[in-house]
Each structure stands twice: as C-alpha cells, then as structure tokens.
C-alpha cells in the first residue's frame, strides 16, 4: 500500500535493553513527526523532520531518546537503556507540503518494557 | 505549554442516536484545528477546519470551529456501531511543525 509503515508492529524489550524503531513515511512526504502515546491518552508530539533535519526535538523525553533520518525518507527512533515508563505506542506520521497540514499516521509500534 | 482538551472522556450512546464531541483549545501562534478517528491503528484524518463559523461534512459527520470560544465540536447523526472509536482532536501550530493533541474522547455505539 502507499500509506505510512511501520516496524515492528509489536516489541516487547527488557528493562535496560536498547530498541529501533522504523518509519517509512508516504512517498514523497516532506515532513516526518514522530509521536508517543501512553494507554488511554492522545498522542504526544516528540520530533519532526524536514527532509533529513531533525527541526524540532523538544518533544523528546530524555537523551535516552534518537531519531535520525539520514537520507530524508525512512526514519529510525531509537531508545537507549529502555525503562518501564517507556511502554507506550510511537506513532510516526508524514504530510506532503513543507508547511504541512494533514499528517497522515502509520499503524504505530507498540511498545512493552518488562 | 500548549493545551488541547476534549469532552466527554468518554460516551455510550445507542445506534441512531446523535452525539456531539467537544474539543477546546490553547494552542500558540494556531493555524488550524484537526479530527482524528482511531480504532485500533493509526489515527484517521476527519477534518481540517481553519475558518470559524464555516462547517465541513462528511456524510453523517460533521464539525465546526469557533475561533473565538478557542473551541470547536464534532457532530455524528444517526450514530452506527462502526462509529464506535476514540475520537481525536488536535490543534495545529502555524509553522505546521506541531500538533498538539487532545486526550480523545471514548465513543462506544451499541446496537
């Protein structure tokens, strides 16, 4: 299909152990955000990408957290030293204009930290 | 800090019957409000609204955004159990870098 993906659907990890996350947006899509939401609450805004710069990380929790998306396409989120509080699904969305409007959301990967 | 909040946190209503979702914001520098519905997956888009006063459609959905009350509402008539879903609402800033959510609203349609 042509919408957004996004792997692993389902990970469960040990606490302290470190986890990727992938994101390939639309083809095409300018802009990547990438989002984390708790059980039962909306999503909440962690980085953006415009092409391959990171633009805005000011959503991210701790240094534990990266994203990169070196070649302006897929995007990788990575948490280093994994804790319990991390549990949560990471949402990855992607809008076509540089000045975006409507985000278009992939399945997300949930996240379980035993 | 930006602020998006939603009412009720959740609704059981019947099928056919209508309901209304309410959605308030805070939001820096705001461009535009936007509609999610998320069932299992991904949040689907709804509705972008950016004009006050003018309202989109989509079927049996509805909204309206109220640029002064900082507030906008999503109406479903004659609600279906595949209406059945969390309801998302988000304010976007106007660089269009941000969206700040809501914490949704819970629709459960029973037959």
């Known amino acids: 299909g042509a919408g957004v993906s996004q792997s692993p659907r389902y990970k469960v990890a040990k606490r302290g152990q470190d986890v990727a996350l992938r994101c390939d947006p639309i083809?095409?899509?300018?802009?990547l955000f990438w989002y984390q939401q708790a059980l039962g609450q909306g999503p909440e805004f962690l980085t953006y990408?415009?092409?391959?710069?990171?633009?805005?990380k000011s959503g991210l929790p701790s240094d534990r957290f990266f994203a990169e998306r070196p070649e302006g396409s897929v995007s990788t989120l990575k948490i280093q030293r994994t804790q319990q509080e991390d549990s949560a699904v990471y949402l990855c969305?992607?809008?076509?204009?540089?000045?975006?409007?409507?985000?278009?959301f992939g399945p997300g990967t949930r996240l379980l930290v035993l | 800090e930006d602020k998006v909040v939603q009412s009720p946190l959740s609704l059981v209503v019947h099928e056919g019957d209508t309901v209304t979702l309410n959605c308030s914001y805070e939001?820096?520098?705001?461009?535009?409000l936007l509609w999610y519905k998320q069932e299992k997956k991904a949040p689907t888009f709804l509705f972008m609204l950016?004009?006050?006063?003018i309202e989109k459609k989509s079927g049996r959905l509805s909204s309206i955004l109220d640029k002064k009350e900082l507030s906008s509402i999503l109406n479903i008539t004659a609600t279906q159990t595949g209406d059945s879903a969390i309801y998302l609402c988000?304010?976007?800033?106007?660089?269009?870098?941000?969206?700040?959510f809501g914490g949704g609203t819970r629709l459960m349609v029973k037959p």
């Open positions: 969305a992607s809008s076509h204009r540089r000045s975006q409007e409507t985000q278009y």
């Open positions: 990408f415009q092409n391959e710069a990171q633009l805005d």
């Open positions: 950016t004009s006050s006063g």
């Open positions: 083809s095409g899509h300018v802009s």
């Open positions: 988000a304010g976007l800033n106007n660089a269009g870098n941000m969206l700040t």
């Open positions: 939001v820096t520098n705001f461009r535009s």
